[in-house]
């Protein structure tokens, strides 16, 4: 079962759970792995700096998030497309958070693509209701084949 917005594996408020005024920030590099991580973001995920910088940027996903989802972004990105995605995060204890990231490539001084930047804001509850089934559907089909899934 997915969880509501912001919301908390145990139903509690937590200090995983977004304030309207937080704006978390990640950067990854090409290959996905975590170069920067805000404030904001540390706080709704729980994890440390130190625990997130270099790890896979999809490590942050929750169980039922669609794999392909983030494939998708990725894809796009490389091309140097911006991407809106609804995305369902993971804090340290399991905890899922329904977010809209809004994923931007980076570029260094000469314009060559060297990684990307999402920004997350929580999904609205009417937007979760409507995107929730077709991701429950997306990941059992991804489970249904081994190579999609992420074990």
Not at 19 to 44: F, K, M, Q, S, W
Not at 107 to 112: K, L, P, Q, T, V
Request: with cysteine; net charge negative.
């Amino acid at each position: 079962m997915m969880l509501r917005p912001g919301a908390t594996s145990d139903r509690r408020e937590s200090e995983t759970a977004f304030r309207e005024d937080d704006a978390p920030v990640i950067e990854a590099d090409l290959d996905g792995r975590i170069t920067y991580a805000n404030d904001a973001c540390l706080r709704a995920c729980g994890f440390s700096e130190q625990e997130l910088l270099g790890q896979p940027f999809n490590g942050l996903a929750h169980p039922e998030m669609p794999a392909c989802v983030y494939g998708e972004a990725l894809r796009k990105l490389r091309l140097g497309e911006e991407v809106h995605a609804y995305v369902v995060s993971r804090a340290r204890h399991g905890e899922a958070a329904w977010e809209l990231a809004h994923f931007t490539p980076r570029y260094d001084a000469n314009g060559r693509l060297t990684g990307y930047r999402a920004l997350h804001r929580p999904a609205a509850v009417e937007e979760v209701a409507q995107i929730e089934p077709f991701y429950r559907k997306i990941r059992k089909l991804e489970m249904a084949v081994p190579a999609v899934s992420r074990t």
